[in-house]
């Protein structure tokens, strides 16, 4: 499977599926990094990597439509067959979404459907959880609410600040994000009308 990895800054998610991606037997290969940033930190390491990287300003756009033609047209050209968000902060058109539903996951740093949207970390520790976490679900319009794929658990400990639980969350972020990309590019789980589908014979 080809995947092209949409990034807005430090891309530390996209690190490690470039470095999953490179053993020999992953389903996939990372055939493009985009960044809607120019000055994102991830794409000059992706392109010292030697990977094929693209910077959209998103500012240089008049409208998200025209934005996402760009982004739809590269996409095509470079036979894309399965986006990853990672870290990527813009939110899609409906239309947009759903031409690639099925086709386009992300990765939210807390346990969906619990605290959705920005500062997860702290929406964490003022709900006083004990156990937070990270999420990949595939991406449908409603932000942070598609069909769930894999979920990892982390401790919240009592002296947490944001800071040292979003470290123990991205932790393991770099751990599931590589492994659930690698499923859905087997096809071991895919989306259906009614939700996310596994692939019995694979569990
Ligand atoms: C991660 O916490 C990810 O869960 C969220 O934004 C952050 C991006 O980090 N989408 P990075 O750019 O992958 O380092």
Same mark, same amino acid.
């Given at each position: 499977k080809r995947v092209a990895v949409l990034i807005s800054g430090r891309g530390s998610n996209m690190q490690a599926l470039v470095e999953a991606a490179r053993?020999?037997?992953?389903?996939? =290969?990372?055939a493009l990094v985009i960044s809607n940033r120019p000055e994102a930190p991830g794409l000059a390491w992706a392109k010292d990597q030697g990977l094929h990287t693209l910077a959209l300003?998103?500012?240089?756009? =008049?409208s998200r439509e025209h934005f996402e033609g760009q982004l739809q047209s590269v996409l095509g050209l470079a036979k894309i067959d399965l986006i990853a968000l990672a870290g990527f902060m813009r939110l899609m058109t409906a239309d947009f979404v759903n031409r690639w539903q099925g086709r386009m996951i992300n990765i939210h740093p807390s346990l969906l459907p619990a605290f959705k949207g920005l500062d997860t970390h702290e929406q964490a520790l003022a709900a006083g959880v004990r156990i937070s976490g990270c999420t990949v679900h595939f991406v449908v319009p =409603?932000?942070?609410?598609?069909?769930?794929i894999g979920q990892a658990a982390v401790p919240v400990l009592p002296a947490d600040t944001p800071e040292t639980l979003a470290g123990r969350v991205l932790a393991a972020e770099h751990r599931l994000y590589p492994a659930m990309m690698a499923v859905v590019a087997r096809g071991q789980a895919h989306m259906a009308e009614t939700g996310l589908v596994w692939q019995r014979t694979d569990f």
């Open positions: 053993a020999p037997d992953y389903p996939a =290969e990372i300003d998103h500012n240089l756009y =008049e =409603e932000m942070d609410a598609g069909p769930i």
